[in-house]
């Protein structure tokens, strides 16, 4: 297993797969080619004999220069459990600590259970619930970690 920064060519990949990925469910414009062409520093991808198995996409605050945020993250189904999403949360960890970042936060909806209890699994806390976070009838769960 290599887990590299992401290059702007695997913007493609992803694309490809993240809505399989996510059981049919369409996420693939939530994330955007941006993340792997301007926030590659702070976003990952890993691949198993050259094929993709997962990928975080993540950045650094500009507008809170003590805070990282993690935006995405995809593992393939088959790859799920075996610890790869907790490796590539290690090197965004590790990456916003060599930036000074001092918390890192990212979001999941409230029905998204084993989303939640992933998070809390690898130190994160329940920051807030949000009602209407991302429009009416989109709730957020707001999560962040100490680093």
Same mark, same amino acid.
């Given at each position: 297993?290599?887990?590299?920064?992401?290059? #702007?060519?695997?913007? *493609?990949?992803?694309?490809? =797969? %993240?809505?399989?990925?996510?059981?049919?469910?369409?996420?693939?414009?939530? @994330?955007?080619? @941006? /993340?792997? $062409?301007?926030?590659?520093?702070?976003? /990952? =991808?890993?691949?198993?004999?050259?094929?993709? =198995?997962?990928?975080?996409?993540?950045? @650094?605050?500009? $507008?809170? #220069?003590?805070? !990282?945020?993690?935006?995405?993250?995809?593992?393939?189904?088959?790859?799920?459990?075996?610890?790869?999403?907790?490796? @590539?949360?290690?090197? /965004?960890?590790?990456?916003?600590?060599?930036?000074?970042? *001092? $918390?890192?936060?990212?979001? $999941?909806?409230?029905?998204?259970?084993?989303?939640? !209890?992933?998070?809390?699994? %690898?130190?994160?806390? %329940?920051?807030?619930?949000?009602?209407?976070?991302?429009?009416?009838?989109?709730?957020?769960?707001?999560?962040?970690?100490?680093?």
């Amino acid at each position: 297993m290599e887990i590299r920064h992401a290059e #702007p060519t695997d913007h *493609a990949r992803v694309a490809e =797969v %993240i809505d399989d990925w996510w059981g049919g469910r369409r996420v693939r414009d939530m @994330l955007p080619r @941006l /993340f792997f $062409t301007h926030f590659r520093d702070s976003s /990952f =991808v890993a691949e198993e004999n050259g094929e993709l =198995v997962g990928f975080l996409c993540g950045f @650094l605050s500009q $507008t809170y #220069p003590d805070q !990282a945020y993690v935006h995405f993250v995809g593992v393939a189904p088959e790859h799920r459990k075996s610890g790869l999403a907790s490796d @590539l949360y290690e090197r /965004f960890f590790t990456a916003a600590r060599e930036a000074n970042r *001092a $918390t890192v936060h990212c979001v $999941t909806s409230p029905g998204n259970t084993g989303s939640i !209890a992933f998070h809390r699994r %690898i130190g994160f806390e %329940i920051e807030a619930e949000v009602e209407g976070y991302d429009g009416s009838g989109e709730s957020r769960v707001l999560l962040v970690r100490a680093l």
